[in-house]
């Protein structure tokens, strides 16, 4: 998380300043935490809509008595920020039947693979007993990644290494893993072309139908996270978001709010390449985190 509160690290210092509010320092105020969000490749509309909100609170609102004019202007930037990225609602991780089955959908190199195995561990720690499905058929190391990765974790998995009908190895997969409480369907992110990777996609949903769809994201993509979920979100729907990376890029802020704005929660981010590196997505501790 680094990377993003250094980009903020500025304003901050720049608030940190003042000790009154006047227009001339509004408006500086407003430039740094424009620049701010520009350079976490924040979509320029929300930028426009996220200040323009938060220059209205810092001209009408007073701080309660005893708290400093400086703290509450860092305060209301904060409660933007979170009600930016979905607001203080905790993340609902509950599996309400079993087996859930959660499919994930991404680009090659999203972190699909290494997140699906997070996700298994992640629930595994909290009692749930997850299943692997790999069905990518177009990258060969898929399978064997993945494999090793529920190995190590000790979880089962389901892959055909030569397998060439990824609907089917799908279907396959479901019905050879008994008794386990949540499904993890991890998918091709590459095909011959974009097309051929959305309608596989969108074959596999059909067959499995997954009671969640989540899209893998990599926070260093940008500004693109959007262009990807709205791609994806032609073919099947989007209920979740992982984001991948949060560790190795300052522009996660624009992964964030962008996928947001699509309408999909971020539920996860990964936070390294280990596979015990995965989050819980807090919108009130990652601005906290961001503005430091
Ligand atoms: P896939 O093609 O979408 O299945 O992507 P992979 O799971 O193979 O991941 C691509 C690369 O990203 C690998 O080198 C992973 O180790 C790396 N990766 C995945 N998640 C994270 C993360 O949260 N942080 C970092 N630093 N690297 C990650």
Redesign the pocket.
């Known amino acids: 998380m680094r990377p993003l509160a250094e980009l903020f690290s500025k304003l901050i210092d720049k608030i940190r300043g003042i000790d009154y509010l006047d227009e001339q320092v509004l408006t500086e105020i407003t430039r740094e935490l424009q620049r701010s969000l520009l350079k976490a490749d924040v979509p320029l509309d929300l930028i426009k809509s996220f200040t323009d909100r938060a220059v209205q609170r810092m001209k009408e609102e007073r701080p309660p008595p005893g708290i400093p004019l400086k703290d509450y202007v860092i305060y209301i930037i904060y409660d933007e920020l979170v009600r930016l990225l979905g607001g203080e609602a905790e993340v609902n991780v509950g599996i309400p039947k079993r087996p859930y089955v959660i499919m994930l959908l991404?680009?090659?190199?999203?972190?699909?693979?290494?997140?699906a195995a997070k996700i298994a561990l992640f629930y595994l720690k909290r009692g749930v007993k997850p299943g692997l499905i790999e069905t990518d058929t177009i990258?060969p190391a898929?399978y064997d990644?993945l494999r090793q990765l529920a190995e190590k974790i000790g979880v089962p998995f389901y892959g055909e290494r030569e397998g060439r009908d990824a609907v089917e190895i799908a279907k396959r997969g479901l019905a050879s893993l008994k008794n386990v409480d949540l499904v993890i369907v991890?998918t091709a992110?590459r095909h011959r072309n974009e097309q051929a990777l959305l309608e596989e996609v969108r074959a596999i949903y059909e067959a499995v139908k997954p009671d969640e769809v989540m899209l893998?994201v990599d926070a260093t993509v940008g500004r693109q996270a959007a262009a990807q979920a709205e791609a994806f979100m032609k073919y099947v729907p989007v209920h979740s978001v992982a984001i991948?990376?949060?560790?190795?890029t300052a522009r996660g802020g624009g992964a964030l709010a962008a996928v947001a704005k699509t309408g999909a929660r971020v539920k996860f981010i990964?936070?390294?390449?280990g596979v015990d590196?995965l989050e819980l997505f807090n919108a009130r501790k990652f601005v906290a985190r961001v503005l430091g």
């Open positions: 991404g680009v090659e190199g999203s972190g699909k693979t290494t997140t990258r898929a990644q991890d992110g893998v991948t990376k949060m560790d190795s990964g936070v390294g390449e590196e």
